[in-house]
């Protein structure tokens, strides 16, 4: 599978030589997807409303770091191409109000294995 290459640094769009640069690994192309669902609002694709996480129905101002992991876990496994969540770990620091999943490791429906070493949201 090919996906287009974003830029870890940036998200945005990565050009090599004025062109788009396609991921061709499988892994890095299912992890790369992973990430974009978990920083896709939910509402905010206007080509289908109905994706993405609920962050402002469920999440921001309105829960405990609990509560959130829950809504995290279940989006997570709600993913057509998630089989189930292999580990799942958070850190909320409540001062900066950074939430940054750490070690976040997935089984594909290929029966492949992801990991997304930390991600801060």
Do not use: C, H
């Not at 287009?4 to 004025?18: R, S, V």
């Not at 080509?47 to 921001?60: A, M, R, T």
């Not at 950074?98 to 991600?119: A, C, F, P, Q, R």
């Amino acid at each position: 599978m090919k996906n287009l290459l974003l830029d870890q640094a940036t998200n945005d769009l990565k050009l090599t030589a004025g062109n788009f640069t396609f991921e061709g690994d499988n892994l890095k192309y299912w992890s790369q997807k992973l990430e974009v669902a978990l920083q896709t609002f939910y509402g905010e694709w206007f080509l289908n409303k109905e994706i993405g996480l609920p962050y402002f129905q469920s999440i921001l101002g309105k829960t405990s770091t609990s509560d959130a992991n829950a809504v995290f876990q279940s989006y997570i496994q709600g993913l057509d191409f998630v089989a189930e969540i292999i580990s799942f770990d958070v850190d909320y620091n409540g001062s900066t109000r950074k939430y940054t999943i750490n070690n976040l490791s997935v089984k594909l429906d290929t029966g492949e294995s992801v990991t997304i070493e930390e991600m801060t949201l």
